[in-house]
Structure formats: structure tokens, C-alpha cells
């Protein structure tokens, strides 16, 4: 397959929680990675695997596979997570990487 | 802690050739594939390539035959070139470590891919 499929954009009231998702028939083979993008700055990673988070990544940042859909979980949304995500994979062939459309992020 | 620092030409006439250069830093590039994204103005990430130590190299189908992904050992730093551009090769181009492991799973195995490490991005601009 050669899409990731994410809605355009969700909003979420500061403090409340947030589940972003990304559709493809290659995330029942790869697990998906998440990278957060602000306004002018490069991405960032912030999920990646099964649920691993990097270094300086706060906890609440999860993620999450079920058959081919991919979610990242903002638990208690700050003013600073409004961004845009995008999830990333291996295509099914394993030779090239895919890119979500990106989801926009709006914290109320 | 490993950086990435990328550079080159922003500004290029239709049917020139983009050419971009990013060094490593804090790692040898002898691990981990090295890889370049774009991002035309107001929209999405879009993977360009990728190329590992022993110089194998993965493009996306579309740009196939205008990219080449080279590696210079010697200076660890690694370069992408797009030949004939056009405008809809503008775009803030990202240099990037992606990296391939492999973790014991559950059933098995699970194959983890992601890219950590992101240069601060390159504005080209193709215009004549």
C-alpha cells in the first residue's frame, strides 16, 4: 500500500486528552512513528515502535497499534503539543517510507 | 548525542540541479540509514530517500530517476541531488537518521523504523 491516512485536523480543551489516528495496510506489518512539527521548526520524533518515547519526551505521549490503524494519545493536552503530527512507516515492501497527510493539533 | 547539520543552494532556475549536503555529527555513518524529506510550502512531509553504509540506496518511485543519494565516508556526511528541477520541487528539504531495529515482540519479532535526528531544513526555491 502507499497511503497513511490521518483526519486534517482535531481540537481538544487544555488538560483533556486527544487520540489522533493514521490508517494503512502497511501498519499491519511496520509499527508507525509519530513526529510532532511547529510552525517554522523541523519535526520532531515522538513516538516511535510499539510505544517508545525519546529522551525529553513527556509521558503523556502514547501510542498505540490495532490491526491497520496507528494512534498517538495526548493525555492532558498543553498549550505547547498544538502542532501538527504526522505518522510515518515502512511501505509493505519495506523499501521506501510513507508520511501520514499530518493531523493539526489546536489546544483550546 | 548525535546532530546533523545541512546546507546548499536555495535558490535555482527550472531544469537546474538541487544539491544538498548533510554532515553527522557524534556518530559514524557506518549504522542507520540516512535519509532526506521535503516539505512544499503549507504542505505534508514527503520521503525522498535514504542510503545506508554500504552505499544501497532507496527512492521514492516518483523521483526515482531525477535523485541521487550519495555517501562520503571520509568526511561522514552524505548529499542528495535532484536533476531538472521545476517549481513543484520547492520545498524546505530536511536531512534525517532513520533507524532499523529489531526488538523482541510478543509473537515473535517487531521491526521498529523511525527517523530521530532532523536537520533544521534547507529552503529551495525553484523560479525562473
Known amino acids: 500500500s502507499s497511503e497513511l491516512t490521518q483526519d486534517p485536523a482535531v481540537s481538544v480543551a487544555l488538560g483533556q486528552t486527544v487520540t489522533i489516528t493514521c490508517q494503512g495496510d502497511?501498519?499491519?506489518?511496520?509499527?508507525a512513528s509519530w513526529n510532532q512539527q511547529k510552525p517554522g521548526q523541523a519535526p520532531i520524533l515522538v513516538i516511535y515502535?510499539?510505544?517508545n518515547r525519546p529522551s525529553g519526551i513527556p509521558d503523556r505521549f502514547s501510542g498505540s497499534t490495532s490491526g491497520n490503524t496507528a494512534s498517538l494519545t495526548i493525555t492532558g493536552a498543553q498549550a505547547e503539543d498544538e502542532a501538527d503530527y504526522y505518522c510515518?512507516?515502512?511501505?509493505?515492501?519495506?523499501?521506501?517510507?510513507?508520511f501520514g497527510s499530518g493531523t493539526k493539533v489546536t489546544v483550546l | 548525542q548525535v546532530q546533523v547539520q545541512q546546507w546548499g543552494a536555495g535558490l535555482l532556475k527550472p531544469s537546474e540541479t538541487l544539491s544538498l549536503t548533510c554532515a553527522v555529527y557524534g556518530e559514524s555513518l557506518r549504522g542507520d540509514y540516512w535519509t532526506w524529506i521535503r516539505q512544499p510550502p503549507g504542505k505534508g512531509l514527503e520521503w525522498i530517500g535514504e542510503i545506508n553504509q554500504s552505499g544501497s540506496t532507496n527512492q521514492k518511485p516518483s523521483l526515482k530517476s531525477r535523485v541521487t543519494i550519495s555517501v562520503d565516508m571520509s568526511k561522514n556526511q552524505f548529499s542528495l541531488k535532484l536533476n531538472s528541477v521545476t517549481a513543484a520541487d520547492t520545498a524546505v528539504y530536511y536531512c534525517?537518521?532513520?533507524?532499523?531495529?529489531?526488538?523482541?515482540?510478543?509473537?515473535?519479532?517487531?521491526?521498529?523504523?523511525?527517523?530521530?535526528?532532523w536537520g533544521k531544513g534547507t529552503t529551495v526555491t525553484v523560479s525562473s
Open positions: 534525517a537518521r532513520g533507524v532499523s531495529v529489531v526488538v523482541p515482540g510478543v509473537m515473535g519479532l517487531d521491526y521498529y523504523h523511525y527517523m530521530d535526528v
Open positions: 515502535g510499539k510505544n
Open positions: 510515518n512507516c515502512r511501505d509493505t515492501s519495506g523499501n521506501q517510507y510513507l
Open positions: 502497511s501498519l499491519r506489518r511496520y509499527f
